[in-house]
């Protein structure tokens, strides 16, 4: 069979197109469908279902603001069911928040550290005698981020606890 580009003709196309619309129209939706799962359905779908259903969301239903780039449709019970009073428009930041997804610390999966590593570089820090640079080739992290731990920048929920000098 020769390769290329084949020219249709209009007539052609036009049933293309009615065949297309007639099969769109006569195929079954929602529960008629033959893979519809109900409350069985996965994570993904469930939020794509919300969104289809009741659009999506343009404010955020805690804080009321509207000037955020993104909004999405957060789970109230955690039991992801087909009601829409389970579900809450949120923007990204209350949704971590109301999820509990944000990782501080050494909880985070990336953390190379921990407390009391924290606390070891701001008190050699506060001593005068090592620079960022000596710090992050002593506990092997980049410079920058001794110095924004050193000087509370970062790791702000590591409070702090007094030193005695002996």
Known sequence: MPKGIYKRSPEMIDKCIANFRLASLSSP???NHYRYKGDKVGYKALHAWVNR???SPNKCEKCGDTSKRKYEWANKSGLYKRDIKDWVRLCVPCHR???GTIR???SHFNSKLNKEIVMEIRKLYRTGNYSSRDLGKMFNIAYQTAWGIATRKT???VKKERYENK
Do not use: I
Request: zero cysteines; hydrophobic letters at 20%.
């Open 29 to 31: 939706k929602g529960k």
């Open 53 to 55: 259903v009741h659009g």
């Open 97 to 99: 928040k109301f999820d």
């Open 104 to 106: 501080k610390g050494s």
């Open 155 to 157: 790791w702000k929920h």
